[in-house]
């Protein structure tokens, strides 16, 4: 079965514009998350969608960051008026459900880089 | 505040030897779960093994093994008969079942293993 994808694979923005980042989990799968990761500070949690709940949207390092997830399914994480420091991998991953032992399966990530 | 340490940023070992890889971690939730994600020059994050904060016995998968010891709040993966194919970034991760179904990571460690 298809595991999660992402897209572009790979943007160059400048800095200031705004980029749209996709993630299309596996299907069925209710939770989704989204993770960034940059040299120097790992790995680091953004956000989080669990069914029709309210996400958990408290990794979300400024409101130039936001994310949707349409359908409970297909999201986008949005990053308004791009910075340098926003360069990074961004990797989505999804789970079968919220807790317990579930795993979650990532995406190859979408690696970003504003000039 | 919830924290994952690795305290190995490189590691070698030779092919078919053992390798441990060391993981602390810091929660006050009495319910948890860690993890292990292999990370190749890809890209992509391959989970490899879970163990549960109240399972009564070490996960194992394959080659690959968890020393759990919940008193000193260590989660060491321990990879078996190592192989070419093991090169990759090891990251350790931690989900308290209070804070919902984010994974916080720690720095990883860069295992190589030499032919």
């Known amino acids: 079965g298809a595991g999660v994808s992402q897209s572009p694979s790979n943007k160059v923005t400048e800095k200031g514009k705004d980029v749209e980042l996709r993630c299309d989990p596996i299907s069925g799968h209710t939770a989704l998350y989204w993770y960034r990761q940059s040299l120097g500070q790992g790995l680091e949690f953004l956000i989080y969608?669990?069914?029709?709940?309210?996400?958990?949207k408290s990794g979300l390092p400024s409101d130039r960051f936001s994310a949707e997830r349409t359908g409970g399914s297909v999201s986008t994480l949005t990053i308004q008026r791009t910075q340098q420091e926003d360069s990074a991998v961004y990797l989505c991953?999804?789970?079968?459900?919220?807790?317990?032992?579930?795993?979650?399966?990532f995406g190859p990530g979408t690696r970003l880089l504003v000039l | 505040a919830q924290k994952i340490t690795q305290t190995q940023p490189g590691m070698f070992v030779q092919e078919k030897e053992a390798v441990t890889l060391d993981c602390t971690y810091d929660t006050s939730d009495p319910s948890y779960g860690l993890f292990w994600y292999k990370q190749p020059s890809s890209g992509e994050m391959i989970f490899l093994i879970y163990q549960g904060s109240y399972d009564q016995q070490n996960a194992t998968e394959g080659r690959y093994s968890l020393n759990f010891q919940k008193a000193r709040k260590s989660a060491n993966l321990v990879i078996s008969a190592s192989q070419l194919g093991d090169s990759a970034m090891y990251f350790c991760?931690?989900?308290?079942?209070?804070?919902?179904?984010?994974?916080?990571f720690g720095q990883g460690t860069e295992l190589s293993v030499k032919p």
């Open positions: 991760a931690m989900r308290a079942d209070n804070q919902g179904g984010k994974l916080i």
């Open positions: 969608f669990q069914g029709n709940s309210a996400p958990d």
């Open positions: 991953a999804s789970s079968l459900y919220l807790g317990g032992r579930e795993t979650q399966y």
